[in-house]
C-alpha cells in the first residue's frame, strides 16, 4: 500500500492563490457591471456651471399648437428640443420637417407611447427602432436623444436606450402644462424654479404657446441663455454626472 504525503506548505499556498483568484475575478466582475449600471442613469440636467437652459417639448398630440409655438420661438431667436413619437410623424410629417428647418432639435418619444416598464428590453428596443426609422426617413437624421413616455425610467428601458445609443433624457422642471393650467401657473413654475443646466418639460397646449413669450423674456431678462438639450449636456463635469446619477 502506497501512502501519498502532501506538504501543507504547497497545499496552503495552492489554496492562497486559488482564492486570490476569485477575489480577483469578482473584483471585475463587480467593476465590469457597475460601469455598465453606471452608463445608464438618465440625465435631469445640464451643468450648473453656466447659465444655461434648455426647454424641451413631448409631442404626440397637441400639432394644433405647434405653428404658432414655432412662429413665437423664432420671434425670440430660441431653439428648443421637441421629442417626438413616431405615430405622430407618420400622420404630421410636414410639421416635423419644418421643426427641423427651423433649427430645432430632434429627439425621440418613441413610436406608440406605450408604458416602458410595462415592456421587457425588446419591446422597448423594437418601439424606439420603430420611431427612429419614421423619424430618419422624414427628416434624414437620426435621434441622439430618447425621452421616455411617463418618465418611465425602469431597466428594461434603460438598457434598451443604451443599446440603441441613445442618451436617455429626463427633466428638472416640470410644467405640468398637460393638466391645461392658466398661461400664468406655467411661466411661474418654470420662473420660480429656473437654475443652470435646468431641462423643462412642456407639451403642445394653448396655455403653453401663450406663456412661451413671457418664460422666454422673463429667463433672459434674469440672464439665461437658452440652448438646446443637445448643447446643454456636452462636456458635464464628473461630479454633474454623478449627480444625474443620484436622481
Same mark, same amino acid.
Given at each position: 500500500?502506497?501512502?501519498?504525503?502532501?506538504?501543507?506548505?504547497?497545499?496552503?499556498?495552492?489554496?492562497? !492563490?486559488?482564492?486570490?483568484?476569485?477575489?480577483?475575478?469578482?473584483? $471585475?466582475?463587480?467593476?465590469?457591471?457597475?460601469?455598465?449600471?453606471?452608463?445608464?442613469?438618465?440625465?435631469? &440636467? $445640464? +451643468?450648473?456651471?453656466?447659465?444655461?437652459?434648455?426647454?424641451?417639448?413631448?409631442?404626440?398630440?397637441?400639432?394644433?399648437?405647434?405653428?404658432?409655438?414655432?412662429?413665437?420661438?423664432?420671434?425670440h431667436q430660441?431653439?428648443?428640443?421637441?421629442?417626438?413619437?413616431?405615430? !405622430?410623424?407618420?400622420?404630421?410629417?410636414? %410639421?416635423?420637417?419644418?421643426?427641423?428647418?427651423?433649427?430645432h432639435e430632434?429627439? /425621440?418619444?418613441?413610436? /406608440?407611447?406605450?408604458?416602458?416598464?410595462?415592456? /421587457?428590453?425588446?419591446?422597448?428596443?423594437?418601439?424606439?427602432?420603430?420611431?427612429?426609422?419614421?423619424?430618419?426617413?422624414?427628416?434624414?437624421? &437620426?435621434?441622439? %436623444?430618447? #425621452?421616455?413616455?411617463?418618465?418611465?425610467?425602469?431597466? #428594461?428601458?434603460?438598457? #434598451?436606450?443604451?443599446?440603441?445609443?441613445?442618451?436617455?433624457? %429626463? !427633466? /428638472?422642471?416640470?410644467?405640468?402644462?398637460?393638466?391645461?393650467? +392658466? *398661461?400664468?401657473?406655467?411661466?411661474?413654475?418654470?420662473?420660480?424654479?429656473?437654475?443652470? $443646466?435646468?431641462?423643462?418639460?412642456?407639451?403642445?397646449?394653448?396655455?403653453?404657446?401663450?406663456?412661451? *413669450?413671457?418664460?422666454?423674456?422673463? %429667463?433672459?431678462?434674469?440672464?439665461?441663455?437658452?440652448?438646446?438639450?443637445?448643447?446643454?449636456?456636452?462636456?458635464?463635469?464628473?461630479?454633474?454626472?454623478?449627480?444625474?446619477?443620484?436622481?
Open positions: 500500500m502506497r501512502i501519498l504525503f502532501i506538504r501543507r506548505g504547497r497545499f496552503y499556498k495552492g489554496v492562497l !492563490w486559488f482564492f486570490i483568484a476569485l477575489f480577483l475575478i469578482g473584483l $471585475g466582475v463587480l467593476a465590469t457591471r457597475e460601469k455598465y449600471e453606471r452608463t445608464l442613469a438618465p440625465v435631469y &440636467r $445640464g +451643468s450648473d456651471r453656466d447659465k444655461k437652459i434648455a426647454l424641451t417639448c413631448n409631442v404626440f398630440w397637441g400639432e394644433e399648437y405647434i405653428p404658432k409655438m414655432l412662429e413665437v420661438l423664432e420671434d430660441v431653439k428648443i428640443t421637441f421629442f417626438v413619437g413616431g405615430t !405622430w410623424v407618420r400622420d404630421f410629417p410636414d %410639421l416635423l420637417k419644418k421643426m427641423d428647418a427651423a433649427g430632434i429627439g /425621440s418619444h418613441g413610436y /406608440s407611447h406605450p408604458h416602458p416598464d410595462r415592456l /421587457s428590453k425588446s419591446g422597448n428596443l423594437r418601439d424606439m427602432q420603430r420611431a427612429e426609422k419614421l423619424i430618419y426617413d422624414t427628416i434624414n437624421k &437620426r435621434p441622439q %436623444l430618447y #425621452a421616455p413616455p411617463y418618465g418611465e425610467r425602469g431597466p #428594461a428601458v434603460l438598457k #434598451a436606450a443604451q443599446e440603441q445609443g441613445y442618451t436617455f433624457i %429626463l !427633466w /428638472s422642471i416640470d410644467t405640468i402644462d398637460w393638466q391645461r393650467p +392658466s *398661461p400664468d401657473v406655467i411661466v411661474r413654475r418654470v420662473v420660480e424654479k429656473a437654475h443652470n $443646466g435646468a431641462i423643462v418639460l412642456m407639451h403642445p397646449t394653448a396655455p403653453t404657446v401663450k406663456a412661451l *413669450p413671457e418664460i422666454i423674456k422673463q %429667463l433672459k431678462k434674469e440672464g439665461y441663455q437658452f440652448v438646446t438639450v443637445g448643447e446643454l449636456i456636452q462636456n458635464l463635469p464628473e461630479e454633474q454626472k454623478e449627480d444625474n446619477r443620484k436622481n
